[in-house]
Antibody, heavy 122, light 108 residues
Framework: EVQLVESGGGLVQPGGSLRLSCAGT????????INWVRQAPGKGLEWVSY????????FYADSVKGRFTISRDNAKSSVSLQMNSLNAADMAMYYC???????????????WGQGTLVTVSS | SYVVTQPPSVSVAPGQTATITCGGD??????VHWYHQKPGQAPVVVVY???HRPSGIPERFSGSNSENTATLTISRVEAGDEGAFYC???????????FGGGTTLTVL
């Protein structure tokens, strides 16, 4: 079964940092790009970041560029999202999602992980 | 940035047809994907590349895309179809993934 499992969410103070991880199983991990998508409570979906299967291609949403860093370790079938300078607008459920394609964006997202909740509060 | 617009809500009686639109400038030139999110769950793809249906998704779900509107059509709507539907596509001009604002489907 193809599966993505996120971890690392939790409570962090404004201005703080958090590192999310996503572990993939059941498929050739390097053969797929990975995206992070977030959803604030009661709101819609917002794309956060993309990394190609090889790790050579990386993109960020304008709202997180310069604060978030995505990376991957194909040997460990994992992707990480380092989040710095967190603020209230970053509070959301963060989903790790597999892109259909390996090294080019534009594919559909399947599957989605169950999500990990990030709460930003003092 | 590329902006797409979805109606906030659609209501339909059981057994009827629901139509959810995703409007954007020349969206017909892009590949559009659709997701269904039930309350408390992660989204699931129901249509990809405008009109293709993943395995396990009922034939009642279909999609089309032309000119400035992509459309998700759900035939013979059931109570289990309730939830939020999102369109998504890649914007090569900004290298961003784009989501529509979402449409909440209510089965009367």
């Amino acid at each position: 079964e193809v599966q993505l499992v996120e971890s690392g969410g939790g409570l962090v103070q404004p201005g703080g940092s958090l590192r999310l991880s996503c572990a993939g199983t059941g498929f050739v991990f390097s053969g797929h790009s990975i995206n992070w998508v977030r959803q604030a409570p009661g709101k819609g979906l917002e794309w956060v970041s993309y990394i190609s299967g090889s790790g050579d291609l990386i993109f960020y949403a304008d709202s997180v560029k310069g604060r978030f860093t995505i990376s991957r370790d194909n040997a460990k079938s994992s992707v990480s999202l380092q989040m710095n300078s967190l603020n209230a607008a970053d509070m959301a459920m963060y989903y790790c999602v597999r892109d259909h394609y390996d090294n080019s964006p534009g594919g559909w997202f399947d599957p989605w992980g169950q999500g990990t909740l990030v709460t930003v509060s003092s | 940035s590329y902006v797409v617009t979805q109606p906030p809500s659609v209501s339909v009686a059981p057994g009827q047809t629901a139509t959810i639109t995703c409007g954007g400038d020349t969206i017909g030139s892009r590949s559009v994907h659709w997701y269904h999110q039930k309350p408390g769950q992660a989204p699931v793809v129901v249509v990809y590349d405008d009109s293709h249906r993943p395995s396990g998704i009922p034939e009642r779900f279909s999609g089309s895309n032309s000119e400035n509107t992509a459309t998700l059509t759900i035939s013979r709507v059931e109570a289990g179809d309730e939830g939020a539907f999102y369109c998504q596509m890649w914007d090569p001009s900004t290298n961003h993934q784009v989501f529509g604002g979402g449409t909440t489907l209510t089965v009367l």
